[in-house]
Antibody, heavy 121, light 113 residues
Framework: EVQLLESGGGLVQPGGSLRLSCAAS????????MSWVRQAPGKGLEWVSS????????YYADSVKGRFTISRDNSKKTLYVQMNSLRAEDTAVYYC??????????????WGQGTLVTVYS | DIVMTQSPDSLAVSLGEVATINCKSS????????????LAWYQQKAGQSPKLLIY???TRESGVPDRFSGSGSGTDFTLTISSLQAEDVAVYYC?????????FGPGTKVDIK
């Protein structure tokens, strides 16, 4: 069974940093692109970033470009996102998501349970 | 960026009746090289993570009941629930994975009338 378990969420002040992790199991991690998608309280879904299965290709939403860095450790079957210069508008549940293929241009077929990031002043 | 719009914002349907949700993209998500529409539908129940229902605009994900179907091509798409069940109460999102950024529609809330 495919499982994605996020961790690392919490409270942080504006300008602060946080690193989220997503531990994957039940599939050949390196064969699939992975993404982070977020959902602000009471709002819709927003794609944040994606990384290819090999880790050599990454993409970012303009809203986080230059502040967030997605990465993966295929030996540890873990996805990360380093979030710097956090803003109030980054407050959201962050979902780790698995794609159906190695390229980022493939549909997200599995979602984690999400981890809440709250940026407060 | 490709802007995704959905209609209606919400709808209430009687049990066993048909629910229809529309999704429109600001530009075509049909990739000519493979003739596939890079369009997916997700269901999100209250307090839960999203769940993939439909990809390539009309391919049902494994395990998804056949009362869910997707149709459309290019810029106009539809999700149809042929016989609404109580467990289908949720918010439904369309998403294009044709070009970066991978944008979602605003969601359509489906309730029981």
């Amino acid at each position: 069974e495919v499982q994605l378990l996020e961790s690392g969420g919490g409270l942080v002040q504006p300008g602060g940093s946080l690193r989220l992790s997503c531990a994957a199991s039940g599939f050949t991690f390196s064969s699939y692109a992975m993404s982070w998608v977020r959902q602000a309280p009471g709002k819709g879904l927003e794609w944040v970033s994606s990384v290819s299965g090999s880790g050599d290709t990454t993409y970012y939403a303009d809203s986080v470009k230059g502040r967030f860095t997605i990465s993966r450790d295929n030996s540890k079957k873990t996805l990360y996102v380093q979030m710097n210069s956090l803003r109030a508008e980054d407050t959201a549940v962050y979902y780790c998501a698995k794609s159906s293929g190695a390229t980022c241009y493939s549909v997200v077929d599995t979602w984690g349970q999400g981890t809440l990031v709250t940026v407060y002043s | 960026d490709i802007v995704m719009t959905q209609s209606p914002d919400s709808l209430a349907v009687s049990l066993g009746e048909v629910a229809t949700i529309n999704c429109k993209s600001s530009q075509s998500v049909l990739y000519s090289s493979d003739n596939k529409n890079y369009l997916a539908w997700y269901q999100q129940k209250a307090g839960q993570s999203p769940k993939l229902l439909i990809y390539w605009a009309s391919t049902r994900e494994s395990g998804v009941p056949d009362r869910f179907s997707g149709s459309g091509s290019g810029t106009d798409f539809t999700l149809t629930i042929s016989s609404l069940q109580a467990e289908d109460v949720a918010v439904y999102y369309c998403q294009q994975y044709y070009s970066i950024p991978f944008t979602f529609g605003p969601g359509t809330k489906v309730d029981i009338k």
